[in-house]
Every structure is written in structure tokens, then in C-alpha cells.
DNA sequence: ATCAATAGTGAACGTTGTTCACCATGTGAA
DNA sequence: TTCACATGGTGAACAACGTTCACTATTGAT
């Protein structure tokens, strides 16, 4: 043990470390890209040897998907986190909270792109229950219980709701230099036709 | 040069490596997984060393940039190629092509992620001119001019028809282990409020 | 018959993920 | 205090990777 700390109790000490290595992980994957990553380097930017990593992750791919749910986790917590106006339209409200979604992929795009366009092997990751956008359904409910939505099953519209957030933000995460009509203009069309599907008023 | 056959044309000769080369890799990355997918492991399958592929392909992922567009046109001539029916109403023609488009990725997983969720650097493709989905634009134009879409920028409704599609396809395909509410469902949901979005009686 | 082009080769390079035997320290029991 | 143990660290090694190199052998035009 090199660290120059001192009485820093053991289980402590190595909850820093491995914070370390994600850290100085998503480091590299954010400046030099995913390409470029490679445990040795990220080895010599924490400053232990290689081999010490895995006495904290088992396998590059454990590392990763550690990351992977970071920013699946960070993903949703900043759609769910957009704080209700007080007599807002249930359906604003469902809006803004797609709005934070998107905004959040295309500023966080390493982010987006870890939790949903690299699953390194052919596995299927442990599915994240419905818990992942519960915060969604719940919104979808308050628009049925107000009578701004159709009746029906709260989960399928959240799963289309989610389709369609997803799509745009993918395509622009992913193909930035494509031709694109405009940002704004796009994610305002999407989210208005998925969301405008299950108003009441288009039965 | 080894080959066995007879006085093939050079030129001939050598576009039909190519060919071996591209269906090899396909091979290997349709049952062997992208991860495990090696230039030596693709060159033992095809017989030849490692290093003749450099007389084909200059890298790796040039092999990798083919194949990914040979996905991509395969998936847009999928959804270009639906017969339209004799007077269909020209939003069913348009709903067709969306269902062939998510069709087709949800039975080749593997080309749907070659054509989008696998940008190996960080690289920006050559951003493949409209052309991509021009048969989409035409189609959202008809319903224009029947009356049945509101006026406006088909390029705009044309994007934003191929976010969605885009969305529920690639979640599908990438989460497969996901509760999802029921594929033909999900599927029907998103198209119908995507194409729903943009009927004239929705303004 | 000659000769340039070029599809093929094997050997080597540097780098990768991972494992191994080993060392050094902090912790808990004696 | 002493001792054994668990454990975070190390460097060296492994096999496999992408890629390059000098080279060979065949093709096809002169």
C-alpha cells in the first residue's frame, strides 16, 4: 500500500479507490473517446500498475457497466427531477419532463451513449426493472386521471413515450453530422405527435 | 496465390476475395458476437493470413464502415420496397413502410446495429446524403398533396417519422430482455401517434 | 522473354486484457 | 506485544490483437 494517507480505515480506502478508477475512466472515455480507452492507460492516470484494478473490478466490462448504470441512473434521475409548476397542465408537465430527457442526452452524450449504445458482448443486461422510468408512468397515470389522456394501459404509452424520446435523441447523439432539419424543430415534432397520440381528444 | 481456380480475370479475381472477406466478417459478428470479432479469427475462416486482408481493406474498420452501410441500404430498400396497393390511402402506404422499416431491424438485429448503434472512433461518418430515406420524404409529400397531412416541411415530418421508428426499433433490438409491454403493441402505439401527429384533423 | 504490378506469405512490432507469484501493510486474536 | 491472516499493491509474463514489413510468386502487357 503506497498511499501516503495516513489511519484511513481499510473498507473507507477502498471505496475511494475504485471511485478512482470510474472516475478516471469516464475521463478517458469523455477526452480521448471509447476507442482509445484501455485499462493500462487508465491504470497510469490513477497511478497503480494494471493488475491492481482488478483487485476492484473483475473485468474491463464490469467497469464499464458499472458505468453504463451511472449514466442510466443519471439519465432518468434528471427527467424525473423537473419540479412540477404548481397547476400545471399534466400534460406540460409530462412534456418538460421528455424535454429534460433529450436535453440531457445531447449534453451528456457519452453518457447516453454508455447507457444504451454499447453492450459490449451479445448479453442481455440484468433488465433494469420498471423502476428505471417509473417517474414517466407516473406522469402518464396524473394525464389519464385528469382526463387529458385516453383510458388504457399507463405502461404502454410510457414505453411509446420513452420509443420516441429515445429515437431522436439517438439519432442526434449518434449522427451528429447528418443533415438534420433542426434540433429544436425535430424534438418539438417528436415529442408533440407522441405525446398528442394519447391526448383524449384523439381518442 | 494459392487459389486452385483457373484463369480468372484479375480484376474479377479480386472484387471476389472482397466478397469472401465481407460475408466472412458477417459471419463471425452474427455468431460469434461483435466483441469477439478478430481480423486473425476472420482471416483463419477464410483461409488466407491475416495480412492479405491489407491488400482489400486498409483497416479494420474499413471492413467494419462497409458493412455498416451494406446494413443501411438493405434496411432503407426494406422499407422502400412495399408494394403500394391500387388506391391505398397514401398515410397506409406511409404506415407500411414504417412497419417494413422496424420489421426488418427487429429480424436483423445485427445489421440494425451495424447501420446505427456501433460508431466504432468517434469518428463523423460521411453523412449519407437525404437519399437515405428519400422514399420516406416522398411518401410523407403524397400525403401532402392528398390533403391527408397538413401542409409544412416534409423534410421535418419525414426526420421526425424515422425518430420514432428509430426509437422503438433500436430499444427492441438492444433491450430485448426488457418487460416490454408487447412488441406489436409498442410498435402499433408509437407509428400511430408518430403518423397521427401529423393528420390534417390534428392541425 | 522480360518485366512491372500485385495478391499472397511469415515474421515481427507494439499494445491489449488478464493472470500469476509475490510483497507489504493494516487488523484482530492470542 | 506478537503473530497470523487477509488483502491492496507490484512486476513479469501470457496469449491474442491490429498492423507493417520484406519478401515471393503469379499475372498480364510489352
Redesign the interface.
Not at 420513452?162 to 431522436?168: F, I, P, R, T
Not at 449522427?175 to 433542426?182: I, L, N, Q, R
Given at each position: 500500500m503506497t498511499s501516503a494517507t495516513i489511519a484511513l480505515p481499510r473498507e473507507r480506502y477502498k471505496s475511494e479507490v475504485r471511485a478512482q478508477i470510474l472516475t478516471g475512466a469516464r475521463q478517458i472515455f469523455v477526452h480521448e473517446?471509447?476507442?482509445s480507452f484501455s485499462l493500462r492507460k487508465l491504470a497510469a492516470q490513477i497511478g497503480y500498475s494494471p493488475a491492481a484494478i482488478y483487485k476492484h473490478f473483475k473485468s474491463k466490462s464490469e467497469i464499464f457497466d458499472t458505468l453504463a448504470e451511472e449514466s442510466f441512473a443519471a439519465l432518468t434521475r434528471a427527467s424525473s427531477s423537473v419540479k412540477p409548476i404548481d397547476g400545471e397542465d399534466p400534460v406540460d408537465r409530462l412534456k418538460r419532463g421528455i424535454w429534460a430527457y433529450v436535453n440531457f442526452g445531447l449534453d451528456n452524450p457519452d453518457d447516453y451513449r454508455f447507457a444504451?449504445?454499447?453492450?459490449?458482448?451479445?448479453a442481455?443486461?440484468?433488465?433494469k426493472?420498471?423502476a428505471a422510468y417509473s417517474g414517466l408512468r407516473d406522469r402518464v397515470q396524473k394525464c389519464i386521471e385528469a382526463g387529458r389522456f385516453a383510458s388504457g394501459?399507463p405502461?404502454?404509452?410510457a414505453?411509446?413515450l420513452?420509443?420516441?424520446?429515445?429515437?431522436?435523441t439517438?439519432?442526434l447523439v449518434?449522427?451528429?453530422?447528418?443533415?438534420?432539419?433542426?434540433k429544436r424543430?425535430?424534438i418539438t415534432?417528436?415529442i408533440?405527435?407522441?405525446?398528442?397520440?394519447?391526448l383524449f381528444e384523439?381518442q
Open positions: 473517446g471509447y476507442a444504451f449504445l454499447l453492450t459490449p458482448p451479445g442481455d443486461k440484468p433488465p426493472p420498471r394501459d405502461e404502454l404509452m414505453q411509446s420513452w420509443a420516441a424520446a429515445h429515437g431522436v439517438s439519432l449518434q449522427k451528429p453530422a447528418f443533415p438534420w432539419v433542426g424543430r425535430l415534432r417528436v408533440d405527435s407522441a405525446v398528442g397520440g394519447l384523439n
